[in-house]
């Protein structure tokens, strides 16, 4: 019995050894690998900024034939030079995804995979100038039960038939959050989306109000300050909050009646979000006063000495 015990002690050892120099060698090639693999990259950026700036021919290939995995490499890459550029000429990219067929690519990793991993792959896809074939096999996942896939197949569906965007995200259920309105304006900043503002803050639908209302807080368009103080006083409970930050952000004046009794409706905790984001913005206690009662009061002074603002309100 000792001796099996023994046995199985120094198999385990030896078990052990091999995987800790399995470990170690793979690292050091890994230090290796990646040198090159950044290097290699950083050109296919060059090239591809290059014919950006140029009237020359775009790549159709690029040196990543030694990369492991460069389909997603590629992938990634394009999605941070798209997410770092505007006014992209979508030529030069829209080769390399034929070229490497990266569309087909992340719809079958995205049918693969699941939750969050399926998302990633559909915002890349998102990012890529996509075909309106690929975004009919992603409208699949318009039903999946994970929020975050079913509202980056709505981004493909956006990206590929900028025409069809009110009515894609009029239809989308739940109601957008905050992020994902972000997300959208993204789109909108590459030139994808219209900017008429007023239909969208005017429309009944609260997915098309949010996207009105972070259009207009981006953009600054302070001409909309009225129907601003209209949806605050008028509009449902999601679209009034969203529509007083918009104002804050904005930093305009909150001495209006509308303001006054839309934060006299507040609950507790949506008061108190919005105390943080009036002093992030650098609002002065006596600017916003009238707002709240005693308590409210002490509490948004210790707020701004807390965010250690030197304010002056004439």
């Not at 091999?18 to 290699?40: I, K, M, T």
């Not at 690929?134 to 569906?157: H, I, N, P, T």
């Not at 069809?164 to 959208?184: K, N, R, Y």
């Amino acid at each position: 019995m000792i001796r099996l015990l023994y046995i199985l002690y120094f198999a385990a050892a030896a078990a052990a050894v091999v995987l800790l120099a399995v470990r170690l060698a793979g690292d050091r090639l890994r230090r290796r690998r990646h040198p090159r693999e950044r290097l290699l990259c950083r050109y296919a950026v060059r090239q591809i900024v290059s014919a950006q700036l140029s009237e020359e021919a775009a790549p159709v290939r690029l040196p990543l034939r030694r990369i492991v995995g460069r389909r997603h490499r590629l992938c990634e890459l394009l999605s941070e030079l798209t997410a770092a550029t505007y006014g992209l000429d979508a030529t030069p990219v829209r080769r390399l995804v034929r070229c490497y067929r990266l569309d087909r690519w992340l719809l079958r990793r995205a049918r693969l995979s699941r939750g969050c991993r399926r998302a990633r792959y559909l915002k890349w896809l998102a990012d890529l100038p996509v075909e309106r074939a690929a975004a009919r096999e992603a409208a699949r996942y318009l039903g999946d039960r994970c929020r975050e896939v079913r509202f980056c197949a709505l981004l493909v569906q956006i990206a590929a038939d900028p025409q069809q965007v009110l009515q894609s995200i009029a239809a989308f259920d739940p109601p957008l959050t905050e992020g994902e309105t972000a997300e959208v304006v993204h789109l909108l900043r590459r030139g994808l989306l219209p900017i008429a503002y007023r239909p969208l803050i005017e429309s009944e639908n609260e997915n098309l109000c949010r996207l009105g209302l972070a259009i207009v807080e981006r953009f600054g368009i302070e001409e909309a300050e009225p129907t601003l103080l209209r949806i605050v006083a008028e509009g449902s409970d999601a679209c009034s909050a969203v529509a007083l930050r918009t104002l804050v952000s904005m930093h305009r004046p909150l001495q209006r009646r509308e303001v006054t009794e839309r934060v006299r409706r507040m609950p507790r905790a949506e008061l108190r979000a919005l105390l943080h984001l009036l002093a992030r913005e650098g609002y002065a206690v006596g600017a916003v006063r009238h707002l709240f009662d005693t308590e409210e009061r002490a509490c948004y002074e210790s707020m701004v000495g807390s965010y250690k603002r030197q304010l002056v309100w004439s």
